[in-house]
């Protein structure tokens, strides 16, 4: 008699059950495969679409800022459409999901960045970002100061900044004053004979090893400054007549002098060459106090034949200035130690504003504009209690300049350069010739770090993240860069 299996049915019953199960887990797993790929898929979306503001956002911003580039304002903005046109309103702006914020900082007097922001919420509700920055140039600006953008924004440790390269002039040559165009430096010098070069181009292409190209003897005492606009360099001279002196660079192993001007209705032994700076066709060069006036506005639209166009009796030393647009910004010897004055009429030069820097008399050497905010830096003078040799002033209204914050150094204040939120220093300081500051607070700047040279820094240039500091000494070249 043939036995019966009873566990068959039971096992098959314990099969369909598990069966069962897998079907249901699978089901389960794809229900949450398919509505977990959709969220995905939203929130892929969305990101594309916030690229999309981003981008907008961008290209909008940059045409505003380009159309009223001394109008806009650092800090956050949004973007709306007024009155017929696009303008930046408020902290931010709202588009569907999105919202938007247009951040603006001022990098130096002609280049702003921009970051735009987006933020929206995902499905479930958690906060999601997108940023988008860019830099932006006023290049009519650029080109009125001949061509010079100053590169690339900072990056790198500051803090702990290092020598890249040097260049030696020679025994007896002394550096006065540096500009950077391209990384081709054009250095004024002081020889100690007068047969001695007082000109001289290196190519820092390598800015590790950093070469002279020429040399030229202008034929004086020395220049004592120089701006380089296009392809030529124009330099103040160290002398009573051809104050003016125009060096032909376009070919770097071989300059030459296309014209020496003397200054009209200028003399006495204060009537050299002290500081100088081109904008727009235009020379502005300024000598120490003589008999007659101090600066001088010289028309190079034709490098080989400058014009005299007009003169203002300044009464004091002008050893630094700055010129954007019609307005000229001038650092002097007097008790006001910065003098803005409208030039748009150069026959009729007329004062606009003055700033007295707190603090016994001391010269104004050097200024810098960026954005709306002036530096000012001066010289030590009097008992010293009480001076800052560093100002930044707001010259948002010429008419009344305002002091935004200064900082003690205790040491002449030779140069500076201004990149986003460092301040570059050459100073007298026997310790600390090359100083950087941090400045995004002007009301309390803070000190960074410095570099002891062997003699007194005169002259700073910024282009890419380095730079170029003068020395008064044969070791007259020194290019510096972040770690």
Sequence with gaps: MKKENNNCGGQMLIEALIGLALLALSISFGVILVFGGQDIIVDRINSLDAGIVAKEGVETAKAIIKSNWSGTSDGNHGIVFSNGSWQLSGESDQSNIYTRVVSVETIDANQKEITVTITWPDEKNRS??????????????????????????????????RTLGTVDLGPGNSATDLDVKDKIVHISAEASASSKPDFFIVDATNGSGPVIKSSLDVGTKGLNALDAAGNYVYAANKNVTDQLVVIDVSNINAPSVVASFSLPGVSGTGAVGQSIFYYSNRVYIATKKASGPELHIIDVSNPGNPIALGSKEINADVNGIYVAGDIAYIANSENEELNIFDVSDPSSIILLGKYDAPGDSEDGKVVQLAGEKL??????????????????????????????????????????????????????????EFQVWNISNPASPSFVSSFNFPQVATGIDYEDNLVYVAVRSNDALRIITSQ
């Design 128 to 161: 999601l970002q997108y940023d988008l920055t860019t830099l932006v140039t006023n290049w009519q600006e650029v080109s009125a100061i001949g061509g010079d953008t100053g590169g690339g924004g900072l990056f790198g440790d500051w803090s702990n900044p």
């Design 375 to 432: 530096y000012l830096g001066r010289l030590v003078g009097g008992s010293h209690a009480d001076h800052h040799e560093l100002h930044i002033i707001d010259v948002s209204s010429s008419t009344s300049p305002q002091n935004l914050g200064s900082q003690d150094l205790a040491v002449d204040f030779n140069d500076l350069r201004v990149r986003d939120h460092l301040a570059f220093l050459g100073t007298s300081d026997p310790n600390k």
